[in-house]
């Protein structure tokens, strides 16, 4: 499971999003941010494998919704989400955004 956590190089948040689960939505913190997932600091304990659903605000003002699931936890701490449901048109804006990010930060 320690590959799945490093597949893609992950860009630092934090970035401000939304998660819904079922018919409740709430702000949640990423932390960083891959084209394979993102980190959520969070205290709430959340069930592994449970669907989410996010809409992750970039920097540069716009939005993406993306669908994924919970891969691992650290309790107290937050979690991992897998995307696992994204249009190609959305992944390619996530990939624009985290390349400009990237370059930012070096």
Do not use: W
Request: proline share 6%; net charge positive.
């Amino acid at each position: 499971m320690r590959s799945e956590r490093r597949r893609h190089i992950r860009v630092p948040g934090p970035f401000s999003a939304s998660s819904r689960s079922g018919q409740h939505e709430m702000p949640v913190r990423i932390m960083d941010l891959s084209e394979g997932g993102c980190y959520i600091e969070s205290a709430e304990e959340q069930p592994l494998g449970k669907s989410v659903m996010l809409k992750i605000s970039l920097p540069d003002g716009a939005s993406l919704v993306v669908q994924g699931e919970i891969l691992y936890l650290r309790p107290g701490r937050g979690y991992a989400v897998l995307f696992n449901g994204m249009a190609d048109a959305g992944r390619a804006d996530l990939e624009r955004t985290l390349a400009r990010l990237r370059q930012l930060t070096r």
